[in-house]
């Protein structure tokens, strides 16, 4: 059973970056597909960036150039680089599996602000 475990988030100002971190249980980390997702007030949660086991990226538009995902498949652990921050950024971010979520789990997500 795969669990997810988001940390990383924080309060920053517009241009300033944030690296989150998703802490995945399960021996079977290494051939999953993962992405982060986020959820802002009032909207729906979007993908925003995916990973495949093979290390193959794909982002979103509204932050390609701007994010980076990565992956260690020895820490079960998967990242996210955001660089020049925005106020639309701000949202809860979650990573869960791709291009499916898990039915009916998320992990707690974490919050990130970014004050204009």
């Known amino acids: 059973q795969v669990q997810l475990v988001e940390s990383g988030g924080s309060l920053v100002q517009a241009g300033g970056s944030l690296r989150l971190s998703c802490a995945v249980s399960g021996s079977i980390f290494s051939i999953l597909a993962m992405g982060w997702y986020r959820q802002a007030p009032g909207k729906q949660r979007e993908l925003v960036a995916g990973?495949?086991?093979?290390?193959?990226?794909n982002y979103a538009m509204s932050v390609k150039g701007r994010f980076t995902i990565s992956r260690d498949n020895a820490k079960n652990t998967v990242f996210l680089q955001m660089n020049s921050l925005k106020p639309e950024d701000t949202a809860v971010y979650y990573c869960n599996l791709m291009p499916w979520p898990i039915n009916g789990y998320w992990g707690q997500g974490t919050q990130v602000t970014v004050a204009s």
């Open positions: 990973i495949t086991s093979g290390g193959s990226t």
